[in-house]
């Protein structure tokens, strides 16, 4: 079983590995899964991704995890388009996509997410911003594993 936590770089995977964490995020434009896959075989792979198919994509080509978002409106995600809704997150699940929600995610939200079928949640704001961070991820944590009652 994987550890509740795992460190990714978000950037080149070839700094990923040089640093030793347990895996590589990907941008949207970047390189592709199966080549970082292909070069670095035992490091995770993640890879941002903006709509169900190229989530769907993304996890055909060997990504370990897939953010998919912005799912709701959000300040930090300004420019990336339109939020794509809960929709996308439920039909990149369905078709196998290990699924991590981004854009919007906030406690009373996890719940819909978790419902939805995503693995995981990815928070910015509601972390960075929070007078204890350190607070605000153990209550995640907490909505998280009691959204496991809805299943």
Known sequence: ???PHQLFYNGPPRVAFDLG???VHLRDDGSSPAAAKKQWPNMLVGKSTHSAASAIDSSQQGADITVLGPVWETPS????GKPIGIEAITAASAAGA???AIGGVNEPRVGVIRKAGAAGIA???????ANAPLEAIHRFEDAWANASDLQ
């Open 1 to 3: 079983m994987a550890p």
């Open 21 to 23: 964490t347990d895996g």
């Open 123 to 129: 928070v910015n704001r509601a972390i960075a911003l």
């Open 77 to 80: 995600k300004k420019g990336m």
């Open 98 to 100: 290990k699924i991590f």
